[in-house]
């Protein structure tokens, strides 16, 4: 059963959500369910670039991540696209025979067994600005397949008022998922313009209109967290 790979990056470090700082290489999966409006690797999702998608096996991809990691084990944080819609199984038995350890991070729109097989697996179901919508059988479903032994987040992305209101009441129905507040990119790169770059006071006046929502309602069990590494690199892509 073959991966489809869009690219194998790092190591660099993990720069969003609750693994915010810790160093990991980057596996992306091709194909994606969702057509998020601000997404910001569509590269990865649009059907038009899947030429440029791999199809590798197991033992290719974690050939890679040790070539990349030096041999040494790391975190193997898989994004996509949806990694969801691959076939993971044998990748995270061998990876974790290898002694690495996996973090997914995936919108919850698709449930597979193999999620109990994941160290951690965020959960970032979408947002009103999105244009996607929100399906909670889906979402619970991921939920349950993940289980006991999988530690679990939400990481909510906010472009606007609409966005933080649905976060607001979203995050209350699941009181005992560590939650991640984290501001929209306003102008990722997009495969048209690959040089596309972010202004930094805007990035930054999106972080504090954020900071000062969530304390002026006194919601104290959300954390609020940039993208470090679009702080970093801004929209480069590969880090
Ligand atoms: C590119 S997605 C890939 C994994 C999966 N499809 C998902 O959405 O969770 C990884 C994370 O980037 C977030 N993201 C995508 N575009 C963004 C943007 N313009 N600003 C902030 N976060 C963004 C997504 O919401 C998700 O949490
Ligand atoms: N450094 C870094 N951290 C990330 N966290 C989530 C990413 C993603 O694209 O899924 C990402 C990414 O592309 N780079
Ligand atoms: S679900 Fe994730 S990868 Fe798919 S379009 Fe939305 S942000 Fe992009
Ligand atoms: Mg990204």
């Known amino acids: 059963m ?6 194998i990056f790092g190591p660099t470090i993990q720069g969003e959500g609750r693994l915010i700082g810790m160093p990991t290489v980057f596996v992306r999966t091709g194909g994606c369910d969702f057509r998020c409006s601000w997404c910001d690797t569509l590269y990865a999702v649009e059907p038009r670039f899947k030429a440029d998608w ?6 290719g991809v974690l050939a890679e991540v040790n070539r990349l990691s030096g041999g040494e084990p790391i975190l193997v944080t898989l994004s996509g696209g949806n990694p969801a819609l691959q076939p993971l199984t044998e990748l995270l038995r061998l990876g974790h025979g290898q002694g690495h350890a996996f973090a997914m991070e995936t919108q919850g729109s698709k449930a597979q067994a193999w999620f109990g097989m994941l160290d951690h697996l965020t959960l970032s179901p979408k947002p009103p600005s999105s244009g ?9 479903a991921c939920l349950a397949a993940a289980g006991a032994d999988t530690q679990v987040s939400l ?3 906010i472009a606007d008022e609409a966005d933080y209101r649905w976060a607001r009441a979203l995050a209350a129905d699941y009181p005992q998922l560590p939650l ?17 770059t972010t202004d930094p006071e805007r990035l930054n006046a999106r972080l504090r209109w954020l900071v000062e929502k969530v304390t002026a309602d006194r919601w104290y069990r959300a954390r609020v967290l940039p993208q470090l590494h679009v702080l970093i690199w801004n929209n480069e892509r590969g880090v």
């Open 54 to 59: 791999r199809p590798m096996d197991a033992g």
């Open 180 to 196: 991640v507040l984290q501001p929209c990119n306003p102008t990722p790169a997009t495969p048209e313009q690959p040089e596309l």
């Open 2 to 7: 073959s991966i489809a790979i869009s690219e």
């Open 155 to 157: 990481k909510l992305v």
């Open 132 to 140: 996607m919508a929100f399906n909670r059988e889906r979402f619970e």
